[in-house]
């Protein structure tokens, strides 16, 4: 009977009913690296693929069309037949990508709300500080022609 190998998935004459390798040497990989073989033979997540998988599940969003798309951009960067500018370039589109997730997350959460008032109240807290700065210039103005030292600005 013609059988597909459980390790290497060629095709081979099954001596008997369950033969289930097309070779000893198949036979020996399959125990040496257990029952997963099959699925072994698949590249590895790795670190990136990793952090963003990890990432996109926190933010609800790994069964979301754009969380796939990060994914399948990380997969595509650890990939070692990627060239360096198309790293690069994936890079950036997985960064895009990670930010209309992040933004989607501060909208469509409601428990996020809280988090989004606490940027806003930091980005509030910046301008404040930025104001303060200008005024502290405007103790000090540079240049004297300009009562309201604002020249620099
Ligand atoms: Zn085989």
Redesign the pocket.
């Known amino acids: 009977m013609i059988r597909d ?6 095709r ?1 004459t099954a001596q008997n009913s369950r033969s289930t ?3 000893d ?2 036979r020996k990989r399959n125990q040496r690296s257990g029952a997963t073989t099959v699925t072994s033979l698949e590249p590895k997540p790795g670190p990136l693929v990793t952090v963003t998988a990890r990432h996109l599940s926190l933010a609800n969003a790994l069964d979301t069309p754009a969380g796939q798309l990060a994914l399948l951009l990380a997969w595509a960067m650890e990939s070692p037949y990627e060239s360096g500018s198309g790293v690069a370039a994936l890079s950036k589109e997985l960064t895009r990508v990670m930010q209309i997730i992040e933004g989607e997350q501060v909208t469509r959460d409601p428990l996020d709300e809280l988090q989004a008032r606490r940027v806003r109240n930091g980005r509030c807290g910046l301008a404040s500080a930025v104001a303060s700065s200008r005024q502290k210039l405007n103790e000090y103005p540079t240049t004297s022609g300009d009562p309201e030292g604002n020249a620099g600005f």
Do not use: I, Q
């Not at 190998?5 to 060629?10: D, I, K, L, Q, T």
């Open positions: 190998c459980a390790v290497c998935g060629e081979y390798y097309c070779s040497r198949c």
